[in-house]
């Protein structure tokens, strides 16, 4: 075996590990995830249009978008889908004040914060990060959520950014160049995303 | 065979580097027969034994490291580098001698190389096997050692090229490749020959597998010169830069006692001044147990003895010069610092230093002592003591009194930093002992070339090389 | 070393009883892992399963917990090449009705107060999804004006600790509540025929209206009982000294801001006390080096903090100091007589102080001891109504207790009573007399008389062992209440979450006493409904109450006072023909500055602060001056045997310079018994030889030195400066010569010598000042921090070893000579240098500098080479050798700050300018399109210090604060002479020294 064959072997083994590495049996993107209850945000934010804050009440003023309390379901399902058994869970959590254990789909490590607040004040919409939860029944994760994907738009973010009144649309589109755009609303928003270590990991 | 002249034979009178006597058969048998032969002996078995037992305490240490984290271990802050850094530097120094005799010498044309470059490019891979553990185990988190590698990872991040660290990891590892690869290029021809002379099948087989298919064609020879050459001619620098890099993990540093310019010549220097030291500490047993006084004659000896003396005198320059720049750089931090050392709370590991490293040797002015094997095993061990001290001396007494006297402190080694340094002389002796059980520890084709017989050959060939 | 378990070998056994012994012996950070040694032993799982069958297959046994780490190591090194691994799924639990004004991941603020011995201080406490988690000063509060001491910040993890007492508990059995109620009825019910004749209450120090409105009502409900008040950290001299001077009681309180004078006989008002905040602060003012500079005399028995800051430091026997403020008094002609042959050493003070103090009538303050002699407390008195700073700078007023009494004469009567066999009942509520009462009081074997005792504490303590029934005490985080601060100020206490173990208040107990079981709430909002029945509109006032945390003009109104006719003779007939009764050796007991009087010998943060002066941890030692050891032959950690009236104490010994010559200093507080698993057995006690009536200062102790040592854990052990500039200090004559006389000591290279560019630093650039003028050390910071930033305990051991953990080191250094030294502190966080060594050598970027100029440290990408800590002049940086943090302690976790990263084992960590809040800060303001404000963002360490002396901010914006103390002449960088460029400075430290003295 010639040592150009070693190097071969290697540099294939070395590939291969980058594909897994980036897979999503790493990553976990695009897995749907099972909940306790088959919440559909394909029906509640795609067909019904039920605006992300009506659920997510804390994503502009905190770092956490906010998981609705079982009262929020409520005030609908208290009209509608009474005796739905899918939705037993939901009254059972409201009945005996035990929360739904519903089960975390993006799940960043415990030394990275990450505020919501700020990314929707500059213009980066949920679909950006989220993707089209208006198409999916069950929610998975769009994204590699890998730290090479956050820098990818915290070092150029103008690939991303949108007007602040389409930060909540799903599947805006960009009415020309993105990039133009993009530059252009950089410079309205005064956005000038952070590449320090300390603004994620404390 | 004969056993040492009582009386040491006149060297001034060229002598030869091989016994008179010798014929191609002669050399091949006499070496050839340690491997292929005399099978296990009692005295390698005992020491294999014990080398393999410490192997295992090493295992033990290692285990016990990861599970429980290095705090098991000496060190503190201030002192946060104690016994981890000091064997590091320690091996990586044995590990000069090698290449230095193999390669620089080859280049030099200094035929007394022939019959110890091969065990001590041998005892350099190992040396430097050694060495390999301690960077990796004294990281906090060793199973994240390879973030120091620059590949394409998903944190979208370099490792940081400003940090001596980083540099390390490139001079070492190229120093272990490239280091192998000549060893083990000299090693093909006298693989092919044991090929051809091992009565056992499985020997054949895998001497024939190492072989590569080795001939003895004319053809074959004249590559294998140039690749050896070459090989010589790439090793070269490393012997100067993975010590002046490692050096640079202090020099680069504001510790005072780190921070000085003198320390790549004076590191290489000791580098090799230890590397001769162990050389010799290996060869002088060697030679009595396995008789090879015909191939690593007195005059090999009082080589290595006078290189040892000569690159002892340099490492003595650069504790002078430490002391002077001390001085003459006027900052009190560097002044304390020296006086420290000499009058410190380590002051007596110092003054032991000094008595190792620069005074002990001094009797290798006089060529009684050079050619008296006693001694030179002595003056060996107590300079590879030596060498050991001074980087004690450097990493842990600079450290333990920095800049704010708060946050001084004391540093000693606790039985697992103990059991690691002696783990690591285990692999070390283990993997010696295998290399003279199953290798040639002297290049028989090579030694051939210095039967007189061959004469003629050698000036053929060595114009052939060109 | 674990011994791996084999399974085949027959597991000895093992029961409960062994694992409690195990635990309870286990102590210190050794008791943060001992329960994983313990599960390391053979039969631990199979004891467990019995105890617990559900739990059973739940516990790893640390022998696999071990391997788990092993494979842990593997499997990061093989999966871990992406750089984030597979995380286990976990669940978001969301509220079923979500509460108001409760923002998921946004911490809220409430007011309330931290009683000590009865004081409260106003705080703020940071609550975080309904878990208090750092606690802050409440700047609208006289008594903190927004600092805090060491205590109140500690006070979380009291909240959190896992030994308190979790269950009633009667006989060893477990019962309830209702068990306690009926059986105290019961015990009741036999006293009313007698009204009440064997009836006792023991409580500390009371201020609590509401609560002294239950005791009148017991007391009225059964007029013959006895209400007793033991507090061992109670001010009897300050008391018997008022009485012996003016003839009434009072207490007195001092303004520091009008004070050019000041004179401390033998008073560490600085460094403790219930004043201690308030007074630092008003001190502090006065200590900008300029024309209004105040000036302070110590004449002390063993350096404190405020020696250590005074202007004039003398080194006198605590005996002496009556003496001595007798002679000062005779030299003004405030007694009618001096006394005979004051030593020379004294006199040429005394002369110059007294023309200070006359020169500054009004504007001077003279300040006894809280331990001293009555004697010492009311020439005070005398000397500060004949300067005329009372009403001034002194203001006496009512005494702020309920019911003002002698501690020690209350206990003694008590002890009497019981050992009469007069007590039959006797509830002892949140108090722990077993352990803090004198040796010759004998009070656990005097206890044992007492028909039915009853015990309220946070701790199952000694008192509670020797008690038929134990009350776990709700914490003051956990119950509502109300106190008066230390001039009077009433807060209302509110909990900031339930109970962790359903504890009971004082209130709570009190009102079953009363026979009308109530909730805490209730009876604090009955008591003040009904005292503010006339004003009307109640719950508006509660509610903006509860919110301010004070209730506005309750302080304590000024009274007029004068001296008694022949106040002085009872201490001319002290002193009367001897100079001073100082023959021989002297023992001085001395409060504790970490566990005060052992009510906190169970908190590993205080246990782990270094003691400002002797930067000792985790243990108490006889403290001695360098001549006394000399004469003795002793050396540091040389175990002594004291002798005092026939009781023996073994005690190691610990040379402080300065320290009085034949006296010896011993804190309090140590050597408890069931403290619980920190502090039990941490130092040796003093109560052991301590006696009521040489309650503070013993004559005629006797030292026995013995063969053997005792290691005792430092975490500073070189004291000299080695002629190195590093705090740096002038007269404030040669400041006023040369404002930046600091500046002029080091030569600092030109900002262009560094290889590297420059960085730009486009929006803020954070920066701090610290001035070491009126910085005294007292560890506020260090405590904070160490609540902040989830900074682990790491224990004795560890702390000997020199792996201390906490972010911020104040330096301390003796100069000039070790009689009297020069004491400076130097607090020292990361510099976080421009030109930073530890940036550079970090071989995978784990610590890099930011655009605003912070030394960034990212615990998840350092693989723990400890090249940084290396290369890093200030050793500033803290390793985590182990895993420090406690991962299994449910408990702890709750303490823990959301916003910074738990570290683990094997990585660095440091100070980074509290960079969560600086995130938070600049969130905040970039998402309202504007820069952080001056201010917005403050550190954990400046935010307590009660000196103020911490600044931080941002050097961008010229109106900062800091950027203003950074422009102060005084100003200089530690080590400048590096190149490092040090983001942290210092304000060098002036003293105004007495041109007199000075020579």
């Known amino acids: 075996m010639s040592i150009f064959g070693a190097l071969f072997v290697v540099g294939v083994a070395g590939y291969g590990l980058n594909l897994i590495n980036r897979s999503s049996y790493v990553t976990q993107a695009n897995v749907a995830i099972e909940q306790p209850v088959p919440f559909s945000h394909r029906h509640h934010a795609g067909e019904l249009g039920i605006d992300c804050r009506y659920c997510h009440t804390s994503v502009e003023i905190g770092a956490n978008a906010g998981v609705p309390p079982t009262q929020t379901c409520m005030n609908c399902h208290r009209q509608i889908w009474l005796d739905s058994p899918t939705l037993e869970p939901v009254r059972a959590s409201y009945r005996t004040d035990v929360s739904i254990p519903w089960v975390k789909v993006h799940d960043l490590p415990d030394f990275v914060y990450f505020n919501h607040s700020i990314h929707v004040a500059k213009g980066v919409g949920c679909e950006t990060c989220h993707g089209r939860v208006d198409h999916m029944n069950l929610t998975w994760q769009q994204n590699s959520l890998q730290m090479e994907w956050c820098f990818d738009c915290h070092r150029n973010p103008e690939r991303y950014v949108r007007p602040k009144s389409e930060v909540f649309t799903m599947g805006w589109q960009p009415a020309g160049d993105q990039l133009e755009i993009g530059r252009e609303l950089v410079k309205a928003n005064d956005v000038h995303p952070k590449t320090d270590c300390d603004t994620c990991h404390r | 065979m004969s056993p040492p002249p009582t009386s040491p034979p006149d060297v001034t009178v060229r002598q030869p580097f091989i016994e008179p006597g010798h014929t191609f058969e002669s050399v091949t048998d006499k070496i050839g027969a340690i491997v292929l032969d005399q099978g296990v002996r009692r005295g390698w078995l005992i020491g294999f034994t014990i080398s393999f037992a410490l192997l295992m305490l090493l295992l033990f240490a290692l285990t016990n490291l990861v599970a429980q984290g290095i705090g098991i271990w000496g060190i503190n802050v201030p002192v946060a580098w104690g016994f981890d850094i000091v064997n590091f530097v320690w091996w990586i120094g044995i590990g000069h001698a090698g290449t230095l005799i193999s390669a620089i010498l080859l280049l030099l044309r200094q035929q007394w190389r022939t019959s110890i470059n091969r065990f001590a490019e041998a005892m350099t891979l190992f040396a430097v096997a050694c060495a390999g553990i301690y960077p990796i185990a004294h990281l906090g988190r060793p199973w994240l050692a390879y973030w120091l590698f620059p590949y394409p990872n998903t944190m979208g991040m370099w490792p940081n090229f400003r940090s001596p660290l980083v540099w390390d990891v490139f001079a070492v590892s190229t120093y272990a490749t490239v280091s192998f690869m000549f060893w083990f290029v000299g090693l093909i021809p006298d693989l092919a020959t044991l090929r051809d002379r091992s009565e056992s099948r499985v020997g054949r087989f895998i001497y024939g597998m190492l072989a590569m298919g080795w001939r003895g064609s004319a053809l074959h020879w004249h590559r294998y010169e140039t690749a050896y050459l070459l090989l010589a001619g790439l090793s070269t620098p490393l012997v100067v830069s993975v010590h002046t890099i490692v050096s640079f993990d202090f020099a680069v540093s504001v510790v005072p006692g780190w921070h000085a310019t003198i320390f790549p010549p004076y590191f290489v220097a000791g580098a090799i001044y230890a590397g001769f030291a162990m050389v010799l500490t290996l060869a002088i047993p060697l030679r009595r147990y396995y008789g090879l006084q015909d191939f690593i004659t007195l005059r090999h000896l009082d080589n290595m003895a006078r290189v040892m003396l000569a690159t002892g005198l340099v490492v003595a320059y650069g504790y002078m010069m430490e002391t002077f720049v001390a001085w003459y750089s006027a900052s009190n931090y560097e002044a304390f610092m020296v006086t420290n050392r000499f009058f410190g709370p380590y002051n007596k590991l110092y003054w032991a230093l000094i008595f190792c490293n620069v005074i002990a040797p001094q009797v290798l002015w006089f060529k009684k002592l050079r050619l008296h094997q006693g001694w030179l095993f002595l003056t060996s061990i107590i300079v590879s003591i030596g060498m050991w001290l001074e980087r004690y001396i450097i990493i842990v007494v600079s450290l333990h009194r920095d800049f704010l006297p708060s946050s001084w402190g004391m540093y000693a080694g606790t039985r697992w930093d103990w059991a690691t340094f002696v783990g690591t002389m285990g692999l070390f002796m283990s993997l010696l002992f295998l290399f003279i059980r199953f290798l040639p520890m002297i290049s028989i084709f090579e030694m051939r070339t210095m039967v007189p017989d061959a004469k003629v050959d050698e000036d053929a060939h060595a114009g052939g090389a060109h | 070393m674990s011994d791996p378990t084999n399974p085949t070998t027959p597991t000895p056994a093992l029961d409960l009883e062994q694992v409690r012994t195990e635990l309870a012996s286990a102590r210190g950070r050794h008791y943060w892992r001992s329960l994983d040694e313990l599960a390391n032993r053979p039969g631990f799982d199979a004891l467990m399963a019995r105890e617990f069958p559900r739990q059973a297959p739940g516990l790893l046994d640390a022998v696999d917990r071990r391997q788990f780490m092993q494979l842990m190591g593997a499997s990061l090194a093989l999966a871990g090449l992406s750089a984030c691994t597979r ?591 920190v502090g039990d057995g941490v130092g040796v006690d003093a109560n052991l030889i301590r006696t009521s009536d040489a309650a503070w200062i013993a004559a005629g102790v006797t030292l026995a030195k013995t063969p053997r040592t005792y290691p005792l854990a430092t975490t500073q052990e070189h004291h000299s400066m080695e002629g190195r500039h590093l705090v740096r200090e002038a007269t404030l004559a040669e400041y006023t010569h040369e404002p930046a006389f600091a500046r002029e000591l080091v030569e600092e290279p030109a900002k262009d010598m560094t290889m590297y560019p420059p960085h730009p630093y486009e929006g803020a650039a954070w920066g701090m000042t610290i001035d070491l003028a009126s910085c005294v050390g007292c560890n506020a910071c260090v405590i904070a921090c160490n609540a902040e930033n989830n900074i682990p305990v790491v224990g004795k051991e560890q702390v000997a070893a020199g792996r201390e953990m906490q972010w911020i080191r104040i330096d301390r250094y003796f100069e000039g000579e070790e009689t009297n030294p020069t004491i400076v502190h130097q607090p020292v966080p990361c510099m976080q240098c421009e030109n930073a060594p530890c940036e550079v050598v970090c071989p995978v970027n784990a610590t890099v500098h930011s655009s605003e100029g912070l030394n960034d440290m990212v615990y998840n990408r350092c693989v723990g080479t400890k090249y940084c800590s290396n290369n890093c002049p200030y050793k500033v940086r803290r390793f985590n050798f182990f895993k420090y943090q406690d991962w299994t302690t449910e408990s702890l976790k709750l303490a823990r700050n959301p916003d910074v990263t738990v570290r683990s084992y094997g990585v660095m960590e440091k100070c980074t300018y509290c960079v969560q809040r600086i995130s938070q800060a600049r969130i905040v303001s970039r998402r309202e399109d504007r820069d952080v404000r001056d201010g917005e963002v403050v550190t954990a360490c400046a935010q307590a210090c009660p000196a103020g002396s911490i600044v931080f901010g941002d050097l961008n914006d010229p109106e900062s604060r800091v950027a203003k103390t950074k422009a102060d002449a005084r100003n200089y960088s530690l080590l400048g002479d590096l190149n490092t460029r040090p983001r942290t400075t210092y304000l060098a430290s002036v003293r105004n020294p007495n041109p007199e003295l000075e020579s």
């Open chain 3, 87 to 677: 995380q286990p799924a976990e669940t978001i639990m969301p509220y079923v009705k979500a509460p108001e004004d409760i923002i998921p991941g946004r911490p809220l603020y409430f007011a309330t107060a931290m009683p000590i011995g009865g004081i409260g201080t106003g705080l703020l406490v940071e609550s975080h999804m309904g878990r208090p988690t750092k606690i802050e000063g409440n700047p609208d509060h006289p008594s903190s004006l927004g600092a805090t001491d060491a205590f109140a910040q500690a006070s979380v993890l009291g909240l959190y600790d896992p030994d308190r007492s979790q269950v009633i508990s009667s006989a060893g059995e477990i019962r309830p509540w209702s068990a306690f109620t009926a059986a105290l009825d019961q015990a009741l019910a036999a006293q009313t025929a007698s009204g009440g004749a064997g009836l006792r209450i023991l409580t500390d120090n009371i201020t609590s209206p509401t609560l002294a409105g239950q005791i009148a009502a017991l007391l009225t409900k059964y007029p013959n009982s006895h209400w007793h008040q033991w507090d061992p950290i109670a001010r009897d001299s300050a008391r018997l000294g008022a009485r012996m001077a003016l003839g009434v009681d009072a207490d007195v309180r001092y303004r520091f801001v009008d004070a050019d004078v000041v004179v401390a006989l033998d008073a560490d008002f600085l460094g403790s006390g219930p004043a201690q905040v308030r007074n630092l602060r008003d001190f502090s003012v006065r200590r900008k080096p300029g024309g209004s500079m105040n000036r302070l005399y110590a004449v002390e028995s063993s350096p404190t903090v405020t020696g250590a800051r005074a202007d004039h430091r003398m080194a006198v026997k605590a005996s002496a100091v009556e003496f001595f403020a007798w002679a000062l008094a005779g030299q003004l002609g405030v007694a009618p007589q001096k006394p005979k042959n004051v030593p020379p050493e004294y006199a040429k003070w005394i002369a110059a102080l007294a023309k200070d103090l006359m020169a500054h009538r009004g504007r001077s303050i003279v300040v006894p001891g809280d331990h001293q002699s009555p004697g010492v407390h009311a020439l005070a008195h005398a000397l500060n109504i004949a300067l005329g700073n009372v009403g001034k700078t002194v203001i006496c007023t009512e005494p702020v207790a309920a019911q003002p009494v002698y501690s020690m004469a209350s206990l003694k009567e008590l002890v009497a009573a019981m050992a009469a066999g007069q007590v039959d009942v006797l509830l002892m509520l949140g108090t722990n007399p077993v352990a803090t009462a004198p040796a010759d009081l004998d009070f656990a074997a005097r206890l044992e008389k007492v028909g039915f005792r009853a015990h309220l504490g946070l701790y199952d303590d000694e008192t509670a062992q020797l008690c038929h029934w134990h009350i776990p005490e709700a914490h003051y985080l956990e119950s509502w209440g109300d106190v008066r601060s230390e001039e009077g100020t009433i807060s209302i206490i509110q909990p900031l979450i339930a109970p962790l173990y359903d504890g009971k208040s004082v209130l709570e107990v009190m009102a079953a006493a009363n026979g009308r079981p109530q909730s805490g709430y209730d009876l604090v909002r009955a008591f003040w409904g009904d005292k503010r029945k006339a004003a009307g509109d109640f719950d508006r006032w509660w509610r903006t109450t509860l919110h301010d945390g004070l209730i506005p003009d309750t302080a304590l109104a000024p009274k007029a006072i004068g001296v008694r006719s022949n106040w002085i003779d009872t201490i001319i007939q002290n002193h009367d023909g001897k100079q001073d009764d100082t023959e021989g050796l002297e023992l001085v007991y001395r409060l504790d500055s970490g566990v005060l009087d052992g009510r906190f010998a169970n908190n590993g943060w205080l246990q782990e602060a270094p003691r400002p002066i002797t930067k000792l941890t985790w243990d108490n030692a006889a403290l001695i001056s360098p001549a006394t050891a000399r004469r003795l032959k002793l050396q540091n950690e040389d175990v002594v045997e004291l002798t005092h009236r026939g009781r023996k104490l073994e005690v190691p010994v610990w040379i402080v310079p300065g320290n009085a010559d034949d006296s010896i200093t011993l804190a309090l507080g140590y050597g408890r018994k069931r403290a619980g698993r």
